[in-house]
């Protein structure tokens, strides 16, 4: 089979090579790899299989979904999450074979979920980055490799002299998806010319009061920052859920694949890519993560889980919409004045707020500024390469300056009714201003941001 180049070259010189293998039925026909990263998750992977194998047939067959069981070695993870594993190794070795898996002691629900992906022939594979001799590094093992060790074998399955677009999900164990959810990616795959894209999501809401309250708190925080960026300009207005991640396979090796961070590798992976080409957004399907607690990495969903719930940090602040204000200025100069000089910058800078002048100086902005226009032919260009410079990452490095020298957090419902009015928005909240409203107020809060989002995206 003829390779094209790009693949080709990102095989040999960037991807995880042989340390891994892939272990599968029948590949043929399948453009669409969904990556599953799992480390003792036999209590939720099959229900992710089950809701995927709830797509049509149509889709099932031209997919193959690839978990990857993983661990460290036994001296860095826990003898009970090993333990779990082999669990998970061995049901997915007999729904490969086409046998019902034998499940003493576990519930009925994974006996309804084994059932359901048997009946549908959803084609499933695995890569043991988990028993002995076959564990990730120990230094370097986490979620970013477990991803990175299935995306790089998936570039394996597809058969690249067929026409049409080879797509790679990354999805979560723990995370549901939708009837449509592969016929809409790869529709939006075969109109659109993105190399990658972020798929709409809704947290899966816990029966426990004080679980919901974390997760809406939690997911109100992540639509107010989206939409903060919106008002500022940014290029980089994408959520970083590593469960909402789609792209092509020439999108994948044109930035040298996944990252191996043990945690935050969406969001890097995510800049990178924005870099090279505009992300888009699909929303005519939905993912639903799960919101339970979990302690397995220093921050994301399942972390704030538990730092609200432990009373560990004043969970309802959010940052001061006047930071945004500060972004939006800063941006809307620099790309409006590319024939001005560092010092005519900085002093721009320093009438915005004189935190934006310190932390330009921290970055040495003056050196990056001379280095960027000796490079750039045109000012189109320069511009340019000042945002990919001033990436999501310089971005939110920049914010988290702002907060700490000089603007605060504060109230979170204060914060949202200030920013939706600077958007012109604010008729479509109503918050009243005495301490935490009810959780059902909450849940329609969150339900107005989830709409306000849609809105500013689509115009």
Known sequence: MTIPDNIKKYRERYSVGTAWQLSAGTIDGVDNVVVIPALAESGHLFGTLASLADNPPRDLVRTLVLCVVNNRSPHHTP?????????????????GDGKMPETPGYNHSLSTFLKKILRSNLKTAYVDASSPGHEMPDKTGGVGLARKIGLDLALNVFDYEKNGVNVLFSLDADTLVEKNYLSAVRSFFEKEQH????????????????????????EMFLRYYILGLYFAGSPYVIHSVGSTIVCSADGYAAVRGMNKRKAGEDFYFLNKIAKI?????????????????????????????????????????LYDPAVFVIVKQWLEYVVSHPEADEDTIIHRAREIHPSLEEFLGHQRFHDVWRRLKKNSRSPSILVRHFLSWFDGFKTLKLINYLTRNGIPPIDMFRALRQLL????????????????????????????????????RTG
């Open 277 to 317: 080409k505009g992300i888009g957004v699909i929303d005519t399907t939905r993912v639903y993560p799960s919101s339970r607690v979990s302690s397995r990495v220093p921050f994301g969903t399942g972390r704030r889980v538990i730092r609200f719930l432990n009373g560990e940090y004043p969970e309802h602040l």
């Open 79 to 95: 003898p009970e999450e090993c333990a779990d594993n082999q669990v998970t190794l061995s049901i997915l070795r007999d729904l």
């Open 421 to 456: 009015e600077m958007m012109g928005k604010g008729t479509q909240l109503t918050v009243g201003t005495d301490g935490v409203p009810s959780l059902q107020i909450q849940a329609e809060i969150l339900d107005c941001l989830r709409h306000v989002e849609h809105e500013v």
């Open 195 to 218: 190399h990658a894209a972020v798929i709409e999501f809704s947290h899966q809401i816990p029966e426990d009061p004080h679980e919901q309250a974390a997760i809406y708190c939690y």
